[in-house]
């Protein structure tokens, strides 16, 4: 019953001790102020009349703000637990001098003071506890717990309202004091059997706050810290003052129609009892959902959009006196509900990004400091209305008037909020980054020292001035290059004849035709060898003969020489060495001929590598497989594809596509032909590698078309790194939907496999899914939303850093349409789940290991790819007692993934035995 209580509210079971701590100080803490609330108000509206609030609410503030330079001061040299259990010490005995002022002395001021007490009381208390809970929950922890841990004050309040009508005709108003003394002291019990140290993020002592240098600050930073506090600041100050502007005039009606005690406090406790039970199931049950439905800012907006209905239909209706009373009870009402179960959380959790003290920091700007400025400017406006107005209350088609402009300027804050939110979760995982910068001087004095660099024997160093001079260019380059030509060094020997060759340099034969004859070094010599075949302006019949005295190596480099002269004769004789050597039965010369046509980047020998495609040593046909690609030969591609595919060489002829590059997805065959299911897999592989529009748009047609491929098609298109059309994103969006969809029944069958042991193998491979599924989907979000934000998200979220981790989550709930980011921010929280081992068994529509292996191998409505059916399908052996149905490993109609059919066979030979 209890796993059943805590899955409905969504508690993990690492959290499930704390939270009901935490919830039983909450309850106590709440029947504390309750009572106290119903004594203060109850005294102070039978001993004074209406217009006393306004100096009630100035001395509060004044109260207020001195109460909150003692709690900053407490703040910074105790931990957050430690400071909430000398706030309610502190408060207890504070109640209990009350009460003996009260019984003992005679004093007009006394309830006076109770109730300007009752305010310093709430929200010391409130924002001790919370600043605590903001310190053991991180944000993502804090959107779904904050409101059920918050939610212990609701049935607290709901009890002790409803006790002050059955206590107050036998105890008396002020006795009523007494059941908070007590429960603050049960709080103090509480919290002192409780060892918060393992859950705290950041313990808060005096030497974890680094003195502030507030004269050289800006103003935001000096006095809030963050402009996420001040927005929130300037939130809640509107706030504040509407909730006493409502608070005053519905009290004020409530003074002129009830008059003795045992009325006023029967009231006042039924009617504040019926808002907790509205609020009761509203918190506990809907709270955190509406909050992650909706997002954070969003939820700011609903208590602005529900108070201003209600204050148009006073306005423009012609309603009684009467009518309107309680059309703004009903507002009263509403204000109460929604400040405890959405407000109030929602304000807590939006502080939770910044660092613990800033938190904390924020708690006390935006609640405490807020409040007493609010008291204080709706308590002068009372006060001068009152008086210089003759007036005893405020009418409330008045109020409705002023609170329908403050109304409004109360919702458009939520959008500042907002984007203050948004900016400072981009601060907290923002990364840096920094760029270098080359300089070139080409002085003569600095030409003069490279010269003297060429010198050097080290031919690093030989060869970076070489390289320096070129760029300058330097006059002389040929002849300090010949000179290298006689260096000791191999690497300099190489480096000379490279740019020899490049630069064209013909004049350099002699002295390339003496080296190679005192050449040692062989990849030189074959260097050597291009070079004088190349420049070597005797006759061809003169060459050819010579070539066939050269090694391997040299004979190979002699062809290549020949190609580079760009000759018709030249070329007749390479091609009628290279047809020779491909139709030969020396595997080393037909992959030389390879190397030589794909070297040169010649088109014009497809015979050549035609022939060579065709062999049947693996070595030589995948090898040919490269030199198509080398040389984008199209006319070859058909073969080639037919080979790969054929001959089971996949990786080869990937490798040889992207060799063609772009333009291969231009070709006829692949635009229009019919391509076969492992075709289009190496193209979407090949396509992801590829820059181009040919590539891009091949992508977006299997979109279109629905191809069954979906996240391998994401993939690519997420890692080309270039946008998609505005129809592929309307498409994409749609798609990414469905991919989500079966994302989310593959978890639903995960919460189903954990309660069975014997397919431990399969619960793995549906986890991987999920996690592949995530990486999936936030890579198709990516091309469709903000890319740069989304996989910042991807990167930190990959980190394994659980604070960096929840605080992508959230910046990622503020990128994606909350359609998307409900579904894959559940199966982010179960993928953490299964890393701490704190997932629940599933409990809804139960199906058994043998009816979720056979869904996946039949219908597989998830989705799942071959690796987890073939691990599906070896799962059955162990699950024959249970009744199987062995018709499920029917072969299907179209093709299947080989290890599916190799696993299918296996355990069919198995279950023959």
Known sequence: MRRRINQLLNIKPSEEKLVSHLFLVQYFLGVGT????????????????????????????????????????????????KLLYVVVAFSAVSLLVHWVTLTFFSSEGLPLLLAVWNMVVYMLVGYAFWGMAAILFNVRESKRLFSIVGAGDIPAKMLGYFSVTALVPFIGVVNLLWVSILSFVVVLVLLRRFNYKDRMIALHHMASHAPDKASRQPVVKRYFHNRLILYIAFWSLLAYTIYAFIDFTFLSEIKRRYTTDHELATFIAVFFAFGRLLALGFKVLFSSRVIARLGLANCLLIAPALMLTVVGFILLSDGTLEMHLYAFGVMVLLSEILRSTLQEPVFFVLFQPLHPHSRLKGHLIAKGYTLPFALFFVGVFLIVYLQYFGHEHLAIPLVSQLLFFMILGWGASVFLVRRAYRRTLESVIRRGYFTGSELFLHQQSVKEVLVEKVKSKDPKVAIHALHLLEQSGYAELPALLLRQLQHGARELREYAVLRILELNLKSALP??????????????QALLTKAVYQFEPVGLAEDTAAMHTLSKENKKAALTGLLSRRENAADAVVARELLRMAHGSDTADKLAAIEIVADTQRGDYEKVLETLLHDETPAVYKKALEGVG????????????????????????????????????????????????????????????????????????????????LPEILDALWQKKTGVSGATQRLLKKRILHLLRQSQLKASYYLQLVAHDTVKPLQEAVCSEIRQDIQTLCKGLALVYDRKRIERVMELYTQGNDAKVYNAIEMLELVIPQKYFTGLNMLMELEQDIGKGQVYRYQQREMSAGEIIEEILVQNKAGFRGWTKSVACYMIPRLQSGGFPVQALAPAAGPEDPLFQETREYVLATLNE
Do not use: C, W
């Open 34 to 81: 309750a009572f106290l609330f119903t004594s203060s108000l109850t005294l102070i509206l039978s001993s004074y009349p209406v217009t006393v609030f306004p100096r009630v609410y100035i001395l509060a503030a004044g109260f207020l703000f001195v109460a909150n330079l003692l709690y900053s001061r407490l703040e910074k040299r105790l931990a957050s637990d």
């Open 511 to 524: 002295s390339l035709r003496e080296q190679l004859l005192q050449e040692t070094d062989e990849m030189v």
């Open 630 to 709: 080398k040389v984008r030969d199209l006319h070859l591609l058909e073969q080639a594809v037919q080979v790969g595919l054929g001959r089971k060489a996949a990786a080869t002829l990937q490798k040889a596509l992207l060799l063609y590059g772009d333009p291969v997805f231009a070709a006829p065959q692949i635009r229009q032909g019919a391509l076969s299911k492992a075709l289009v897999s190496v193209l979407i592989k090949v396509a992801s590698k590829t820059s181009g529009n040919y590539s891009t748009g091949f992508l977006e047609r299997l979109v279109q078309e629905n191809h069954e491929d």
